[in-house]
């Protein structure tokens, strides 16, 4: 068994790769629609992507995330959007390999099937029992409500990119129910179903090792970071460090 520091960004980043590879992900892309849910996480999931059917110009995440949480002194407004959206780039939605560039979940959702795929970032990880929750600052529930249309009324298939660091200690649904009653500011929580896909799923996809949350914190830029036990076969878990290592200069997002 080794043990390994994982910080956000790199999670992030390690969380992209293994979409990348995902086997449900690349048979949407050879015959399908992936739609990529603009998100922090998810714009490393985009790079990714797009790393892997050639590249593509005009793609950056800087931008790409409706809500975001940023420190006190870099203020939002109450939903957590920036006041300025104006490079906003939209979704990612690639058909049949192609970027349908400027398109938004809102554009495609309708003409989504069965064998597509919804990728959307969550902000809840309920980690003992695989679920997430989304913060919905939208009247009308954002872009999970349509997202929830095409899975529940067709059987795309969600998956919900999420980080360690965004783990919880209760329960959702009670989580839920607190935040979601009339009186109550600041944002909704949706738990929601999907496939919940983390770091620990990530070095699975990627080297076949077994990884387990043990310790997490730290300073001066590892601040959110997770420690994880990883353990397998010799092979996979010189796999998993060389992975890690890779990783591990994997600079903080910045706007």
Not at 15 to 32: N, Q, S, T, V, Y
Not at 81 to 96: A, C, H, K, M, Q
């Amino acid at each position: 068994m080794r043990q390994f520091v994982i910080t956000p960004a790199a999670g992030k980043r390690l969380i992209g790769k293994a979409m990348a590879m995902h086997p449900e992900i690349r048979r949407a892309l050879d015959c399908g629609t992936v739609v990529i849910v603009a998100g922090t996480t998810n714009g490393y999931v985009a790079e990714e992507i797009f790393a892997t059917i050639g590249g593509v110009a005009g793609f950056t995440r800087s931008r790409f995330f409706r809500g975001i949480t940023l420190p006190p002194f870099r203020p939002t407004t109450d939903t957590g959007r920036l006041p300025d959206e104006s490079e906003f780039p939209g979704d990612v939605i690639i058909t049949n390999g192609i970027w349908q560039k400027g398109k938004t979940i809102f554009d495609v959702v309708d003409d989504l099937k069965e064998g597509d795929v919804i990728l959307k970032g969550a902000n809840a990880l309920d980690l003992n029992r695989k679920r997430a929750a989304i913060y919905i600052g939208h009247p009308k529930g954002g872009t999970i409500a349509a997202a929830l249309q095409a899975v529940i009324g067709r059987r795309v298939r969600l998956i919900l990119p999420v980080g360690l660091e965004k783990r919880i200690s209760g329960d959702l649904d009670d989580l839920a129910g607190k935040l979601n009653v009339p009186g109550t500011r600041g944002p909704r929580l949706l738990p929601v179903p999907g496939h919940v896909f983390t770091e620990i799923d990530a070095l699975a996809l990627l080297t076949g090792a077994v990884a387990e949350l043990v310790a997490g914190g730290g300073v001066c830029g590892a601040e959110g970071s997770v420690w994880l036990a990883v353990s397998g076969e010799p092979e996979q878990e010189e796999a998993a460090e060389n992975l890690l290592r890779s990783l591990s200069h994997e600079p903080p997002f910045f706007l």
